[in-house]
């Protein structure tokens, strides 16, 4: 396991977070610092066994400074609760970058290179011991795949420090595909998160 800071008090955790949060507040090392309101750093539990990461922040984030509160948001909301999942403590939710891309494009690869180290700093402050990576440009950011997202979720990866990931369907998609139907991208979700409830079980 991922024990590189086993003596780090939670005090002190928060103490660093709090201020990696206000050296995002002043970043311009990628052009994403141009257009944005709020930086979006996290929401969710420092102390979570699960981080999840989704891709960047869009119009509702970025004016509230918080991940995942749009309509996307509200329905990754909604299949937490479905799987007791708390947001506020379970689960401690970042993107790949912090600030909102330009008409909600996709993040480009030096605005992800630019962001990571942000990321992987608040990845080994958190020591999640399940990552999930939601949607495809989390998916790109972490695993070295070309499989499409709806070939790879479900699956179980490991990263180098021994944390187990898994690709899940981004909310946007499921915004659009409502169906519940044995096999749609719904009740693909319900069953991921089954999966990851019974490996926290696991866990404990
Ligand atoms: N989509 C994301 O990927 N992240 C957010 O924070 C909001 C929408
Ligand atoms: Fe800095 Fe990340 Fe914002 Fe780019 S996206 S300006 S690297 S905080």
Known sequence: M??????????EKIKILTELKKVCSQCSKCELSKGRTNIVFSDGNPDAKIMLIGEAPGHNEDVRGVPFV?????LLDTFLQEHNISRKDD???????KCRPPENRVPKPDEKKACRKYLDAQIKLVKPEII????????QSF???????????G???????????MP??????????????????RWLMHKDLENIKSELRKLC
């Open 168 to 185: 899940i369907f981004h909310p946007s998609y499921l915004l659009r595909n409502h169906s519940l139907e044995e096999n749609s991208p």
């Open 91 to 97: 689960i401690y939710i970042c993107n790949t970058v």
């Open 155 to 165: 699956q179980w990866f490991e990263n180098e420090n021994g944390i187990k990931m």
């Open 2 to 11: 991922n024990d590189s800071n086993k003596n780090i008090t939670h005090d």
């Open 143 to 153: 695993l070295d795949t070309k499989l499409t997202i709806s070939k790879i979720r």
């Open 132 to 139: 999930l990576l939601c949607g495809s440009t989390a998916v």
């Open 70 to 74: 749009g309509r996307a948001g509200q």
